[in-house]
């Protein structure tokens, strides 16, 4: 099995910022794409930011420029630094990561963090 923890939420002014992490742990051969979502209350969730295992990234509109994802292959982790945070931005912030494992490397598999709330008070 292949777990998914969320690190490095919590409550921050407007204009702040909060560096997320997300470590993938369990019977791992490989991870492909690693992403981070969001969902605000009554709202549907949304893709923040994803990264390939090649390092090519992508952004919604709504944090280009104050978002960046990174990771770190050799430790099965995945970073959101979030700079100038808005008050918008408050959310519980998933990671997701499409997963191989070793004992079944001709598929890959979605796998979900916990979630982790980041609130951004005005």
């Known amino acids: 099995q292949v777990q998914l923890v969320e690190s490095g939420g919590g409550l921050v002014q407007a204009g702040g910022s909060l560096r997320l992490s997300c470590a993938a742990s369990g019977s791992i051969f490989k991870i492909n794409a690693m992403a981070w979502y969001r969902q605000a209350p009554g709202k549907q969730r949304e893709l923040v930011a994803t990264i390939t295992r090649g390092d090519t990234t992508n952004y919604a509109d709504s944090v280009k420029g104050r978002f960046t994802i990174s990771r770190d292959n050799a430790k099965n982790t995945v970073y959101l630094q979030m700079n100038s945070l808005k008050p918008e931005d408050t959310a519980v912030y998933y990671c997701?990561?499409?997963?191989?494992?070793?004992?079944?490397?001709?598929?890959?598999?979605?796998?979900w963090g916990q979630g982790t709330q980041v609130t951004v008070s005005s």
């Open positions: 997701n990561a499409e997963v191989v494992a070793w004992y079944d490397v001709g598929n890959e598999y979605d796998y």
